[in-house]
């Protein structure tokens, strides 16, 4: 491991993630500054939902990463609700990619309502997932109920939430 004592980025994509793996990178997230790891993205990897949660359960631990990206790596409904804890908790987080995490949108709940508890956080991608179902009442306005909290979350933050049509 002394060989990535000064990496700050890692991007994973279309790769095994197993145990092993997970147990490297919990070496290198729990390092210190000036040598903590400020970005990482796991992207399309064929990954175990154990291995998710357990990534996660490890993340809400501590971290000091910048960028957090989890992009159809099979995030489970528990481990949304403690990524909802990451972003309450979390001041570093400044971007958040969970796209193609094919979830029931009553997952989002409690990540979108921990938003309104982080003021770091600068762009949040959720594209490709289903958010709102169709299901879903609507409001007088027009808008379905939580696509209302996301934009009252992006204009009180400066924040931008990714939409499908945008990526």
């Given at each position: 491991?002394?060989?990535?004592?000064?990496?700050?980025?890692?991007?994973?994509?279309?790769?095994?993630?197993?145990?092993?793996?997970?147990?490297?990178?919990?070496?290198?997230?729990?390092?210190?500054?000036?040598?903590?790891?400020?970005?990482?993205?796991?992207?399309?990897?064929?990954?175990?939902?154990?291995?998710?949660?357990?990534?996660?359960?490890?993340?809400?631990?501590?971290?000091?990463?910048?960028?957090?990206?989890?992009?159809?790596?099979?995030?489970?409904?528990?481990?949304?609700?403690?990524?909802?804890?990451?972003?309450?908790?979390?001041?570093?987080?400044?971007?958040?990619?969970?796209?193609?995490?094919?979830?029931?949108?009553?997952?989002?709940?409690?990540?979108?309502?921990?938003?309104?508890?982080?003021?770091?956080?600068?762009?949040?991608?959720?594209?490709?997932?289903?958010?709102?179902?169709s299901s879903e009442s609507?409001?007088?306005?027009?808008?379905?109920?939580?696509?209302?909290?996301?934009?009252?979350?992006?204009?009180?933050?400066?924040?931008?939430?990714?939409?499908?049509?945008?990526?």
């Amino acid at each position: 491991m002394r060989s990535l004592e000064r990496v700050i980025s890692i991007v994973l994509k279309h790769e095994e993630f197993g145990a092993k793996a997970l147990q490297s990178l919990k070496q290198i997230l729990v390092r210190p500054k000036p040598f903590d790891l400020q970005i990482l993205r796991i992207i399309n990897c064929r990954i175990p939902t154990q291995i998710t949660r357990e990534l996660i359960s490890t993340l809400r631990l501590g971290n000091n990463l910048k960028v957090l990206g989890l992009v159809n790596t099979k995030i489970s409904d528990s481990s949304m609700k403690e990524i909802g804890m990451i972003m309450a908790e979390t001041r570093q987080l400044r971007e958040l990619d969970i796209s193609w995490n094919t979830l029931k949108p009553q997952s989002y709940n409690f990540l979108i309502t921990s938003l309104g508890e982080n003021r770091t956080l600068l762009t949040l991608n959720l594209s490709w997932n289903r958010i709102v179902d169709s299901s879903e009442s609507i409001n007088m306005n027009g808008t379905p109920r939580m696509k209302q909290t996301a934009s009252k979350f992006s204009s009180k933050n400066n924040s931008k939430i990714v939409s499908p049509r945008e990526t």
